[in-house]
């Protein structure tokens, strides 16, 4: 039997939600993609699985609950205080990656707008060894190139 590996996927914006879509499509059967349009539909998809994601990749900035917002709650919850959580952003900011980094979140990525880069950064993202994986300053940011 070959291992499911769920991820959940949450950001306001169809077009990203579609783009992600095809290519962990592409990626793989052996991928279940969740996805949530707004933090709130994910707190809520996290509270009450199946299924339970393995990884999540959190947009930071959507109308109602924020990115940082959601990523403060799942950091201060017993029940999610290890899930990997990846920030999925167009921000390149650095003032927004620390901040990332101080309340939590795993690591960070800048959203890639070609296919085959965004192939790669889930690819990668879903290869790191969660539970052993620290994030610094030095490793946080996934370098896409």
Known sequence: ?????????TDDDAEDLEFFTEVTNAIGDHLNLV????GKKLLH?????????????LDLNMPGISGFDVLQ?????????????????????????????ELGASYY??????????????????????DTFI????NFVYLNS
């Open 135 to 138: 994030p610094s300053k030095e």
């Open 109 to 130: 990525v800048s959203k890639p707008t070609d296919f085959s880069l965004l192939k790669k950064t889930i690819q990668h993202a879903l290869s790191i060894n969660w």
């Open 73 to 101: 709650q799942l950091r201060s919850s017993d029940d999610f205080k290890n899930l990997p959580i990846v920030i999925f952003s167009t921000s390149s900011d650095e003032r927004v990656i620390a901040k990332s980094r």
């Open 35 to 38: 996805t949530q349009d707004n």
């Open 45 to 57: 998809d996290l509270e009450n699985p199946p299924p339970n994601p393995h990884i999540v990749f």
């Open 1 to 9: 039997m070959r291992n499911e590996f769920t991820i959940f996927y």
